[in-house]
């Protein structure tokens, strides 16, 4: 048997991390497939892909509570891999009367919608728009294109206040 002798210790950063965000042409984005919230006036944009399971994805929802005059066009994209329930959940929020109250009643109290009909969400398309793209979860793309995805986003995002800085910022650029 061997035994082991090094001990690895410390942050693991990401080198893409240091590398510049990528881009996407927000005018390509499938608007159809995502659902629309809006804080404040909503004058500026965010697209947010998420999975309701994912538990950086929720993290992250947490953190939109601190940001103000957005509007927040969110497509879910459930990993099944991963979170085996999370289409199941997604159909429900997605075919239900007002999907904006049903996401956020998930993520208040964990609860789906009772008046779900029964419909089938474009979990494919959003997927094959996303993948096509690069997009891995979570990831979010602001209005100037800028697009974190993935690890970046995470590394990137790491606070509420490193969320709302990135949304000035890219939201200003467009201007």
Known sequence: MKKW????????????A??????IDVKTLPMDLSFERVKGDGSRNMY???????????????????????????FVMPVASYHPDAPRKTNAIW???????????????RAL??????????????DE???????????????????YTAEDFIYATRTPEMLKSLLDEHSAKKK
Request: aromatic share 10%; proline share 4%; charged share 20%.
């Open 5 to 16: 002798q090094f001990v690895l210790a410390g942050a693991l950063v990401s080198l893409n």
């Open 18 to 23: 240091f590398a510049a965000p990528m881009t």
């Open 48 to 74: 947010l892909f998420c999975d309701l399971d994912c538990s950086h994805c929720q993290r992250t929802e947490s953190f939109l509570h601190s940001l103000d005059n957005v509007k927040i066009h969110t």
């Open 95 to 109: 075919c239900s009367e007002d999907k904006v109250k049903a996401w956020q009643e998930w993520y208040d109290m």
């Open 113 to 126: 919608p009772a008046d779900a009909k029964d419909c089938a969400a474009p979990l494919e398309k959003i």
């Open 129 to 147: 728009y996303a993948h096509g793209q690069g997009i891995y979860l979570p990831a979010v793309i602001f209005e100037d294109g800028t697009t």
